[in-house]
């Protein structure tokens, strides 16, 4: 609240005062631009947006240099044992994804809820140790997990992440483990920050907190449930860190739990007798980069347009 | 109190267990003897079961002390670049109004969605060209590209909030515009502290780009390092628990140390 006040207050009076400002300004243009925003520019172009975009050219030539159109997406997507990979990790992905969605999201919302329900003491505690694996590094996550679900200490019987139908399932819900925190301090953003007078209102009609919730709290939520969910797309489809530190480049058993990431990561390397290849990884990325996009857009024209509609 | 205030306590005590459960399991159990690890798991090392055989080991066949330092040159030195550039970018983004700025703006702001990762292939080859392959500059540098964005992008809001009379001031007292700009870093503090964290973390935990970009002993950093260890010594649990307790407890106690700045940060990323 205070922050729009500074902010009105800062519009109206940079707006009583911007032509002087501006005839001075654009007398010494060029230097103090060029300072102030030329190292960080030159920064991201050189070390973010060059190599996207040399990435995605690369993928166009084979790895002797000659230019090859499309052929590298045809051969990727059309070659027996390269296009299965391919679908095999796509498909992987959004499994991988799905769990997220559906286990990451209740409980974070969940989470959130009961941290705002009135008169909760020790909360920011709370908050904070739901937190503390979301600080680790993936590499850390897979590693504990995989000596808890060590069939050698006892904790279970079967190995979860040794059999081709659980490998993908845990492995994600290792990483929800991670995670959950960040839909969680999302949520509960958005929970505080609810007009006590909207409650005090649901409170009067005779609502209880079950209906104050869900008729009232969660249609303010839905939004950033489309937010969270972008993240963890774009997240989900770039990981690599938790399988390659568990399962190896291989992403095994029987490439079971195989990613884009691994994927990505063996068709540029190379593993066992397979030379990598930077072209092929190249269009690896650029394949990974496109359902990235796809995955986003699809949010900003489909799902966000839904939910403002049902705003007013 | 009443049993019904009790549930919510309960639900969160119960997820507290399961979030911090196992951590606390792997840090106990990393000063045990073998015996003790597999026998009795939950049981917090005793006199009779205190054994640090696993350090001993991590240190002996690992140069931990060197990755550790790695790790921290890289981390502090490109989050002290991303603020610096960052912020820099951000005022004058912020305070002038050029022909541009628009498009800039959203230029920056691209690098927010767009994985970095995916360029892999071009940042290879970019480093092998510029000679800074297993160096630690090539990674601060990418690391430096990848937090800008998100720093531009909430400090211009924040730079915006700066009263205009402040500066204005400033300059009718003769200042120039670089004393303007380091009069008004001050005042977006907490903007800058959100990012500073926000930072942080994915630059120390991170496993690929040691991995494809500076995998030499030399400038191993305690992520690339703890996993390449983990890989040698599958089987010296003592060895495993201890290399996940070094590379865990650091940044574990960092957060708990600075946990209200790092929630309220995300949160006020959140409400923007």
């Known amino acids: ?312 | 109190m009443r049993i019904r205030d009790l549930v919510p306590h309960a639900i969160l005590l119960l997820y507290v267990v399961i979030a911090c459960g196992p951590l606390l399991m792997i840090i106990m159990n990393s000063l045990k003897s073998r015996q003790a690890i597999f026998g009795e798991p939950f049981a917090p090392p005793t006199l009779g079961t205190f054994d640090v055989s696993g350090y001993a080991t991590v240190f002996a066949r690992a140069r931990f002390e060197l990755y550790f330092f790695n790790s921290f040159v890289v981390t502090v030195v490109s989050v002290f670049l991303v603020l610096l550039l960052g912020s820099m970018a951000a005022f004058a983004l912020a305070e002038y109004r050029f022909r541009g700025a628009t498009v800039l703006a959203l230029y920056l702001a691209l690098g927010i969605m767009i994985p970095i990762r995916l360029g892999s292939v071009g940042i290879l080859d970019l480093l092998v060209s510029l000679n800074l392959v297993n160096s630690l500059t090539g990674l601060i540098l990418i690391y430096t590209a990848m937090g800008l964005p998100l720093a531009v992008f909430v400090l211009t809001s924040f730079f915006k909030q700066v009263p205009t009379e402040l500066k204005d001031a400033a300059r009718v007292d003769g200042a120039g515009e670089y004393r303007v700009y380091s009069l008004a870093v001050p005042l977006v503090r907490p903007g800058m502290a959100a990012i500073a964290i926000y930072t942080m973390l994915p630059i120390w935990n991170d496993l690929w780009f040691p991995l494809i970009v500076a995998p030499d002993e030399s400038v191993r950093t305690v992520t690339l390092g703890a996993q390449q260890f983990l890989g040698q010594f599958v089987t010296d649990w003592n060895a495993v628990l201890a290399v996940l307790t070094l590379a865990m407890v650091p940044m574990m106690a960092l957060y708990l140390i600075f946990s209200k700045q790092f929630v309220r940060g995300l949160m006020g990323g959140a409400l923007k």
């Open chain 1, 1 to 312: 609240m205070t922050q729009t006040q500074t902010s009105e207050a800062a519009t109206t009076a940079s707006g009583a005062e911007t032509p002087p400002r501006r005839t001075r300004e654009r007398r010494r243009f060029p230097v103090q631009l060029l300072v102030f925003l030329g190292p960080a520019v030159v920064v991201y172009t050189v070390f973010m947006i060059y190599p996207l975009v040399d990435s995605m050219r690369l993928s166009l030539y084979d790895d002797a240099g000659a230019f090859v159109g499309l052929g590298n997406f045809v051969h990727l997507l059309t070659d027996d044992l390269l296009s299965a990979r391919f679908w095999n990790a796509v498909w992987n992905n959004l499994v991988f994804f799905a769990v997220h969605l559906l286990v990451q999201n209740p409980i974070g919302l969940l989470l959130a809820a009961l941290l705002t329900s009135s008169r909760l003491p020790g909360r920011a505690t709370y908050r904070a140790l739901v937190f503390v694996p979301t600080t680790l590094s993936v590499v850390i996550v897979g590693f504990v997990w995989q000596l808890i679900l060590n069939p050698v200490w006892g904790f279970v019987e079967t190995p979860l992440l040794g059999q081709s139908s659980t490998a993908l399932i845990t492995l994600a819900l290792m990483s929800v483990w991670q995670y959950v925190g960040i839909p969680m301090i999302l949520f509960y953003a958005v929970l505080v920050s609810i007009p006590e007078d909207f409650l005090e209102a649901a409170r009067i009609d005779g609502a209880n907190a079950w209906q104050t919730f869900w008729r009232v709290k969660f249609p303010l939520v839905l939004p950033t449930v489309g937010i969270v969910s972008v993240i963890t797309y774009v997240a989900n489809m770039n990981a690599f860190d938790l399988i390659y530190a568990v399962k190896g480049a291989l992403a095994g058993p029987n490439f079971a739990s195989d990613i884009m990431g691994t994927l990505f990561f063996r068709t540029f390397f190379g593993f066992q007798l397979e030379r990598g290849s930077s072209t092929m990884g190249a269009t690896v990325a650029t394949l990974m980069f496109l359902l990235i996009l796809a995955g986003v857009l699809l949010y900003f024209f489909g799902y966000q347009r839904r939910v403002k509609s049902y705003e007013f």
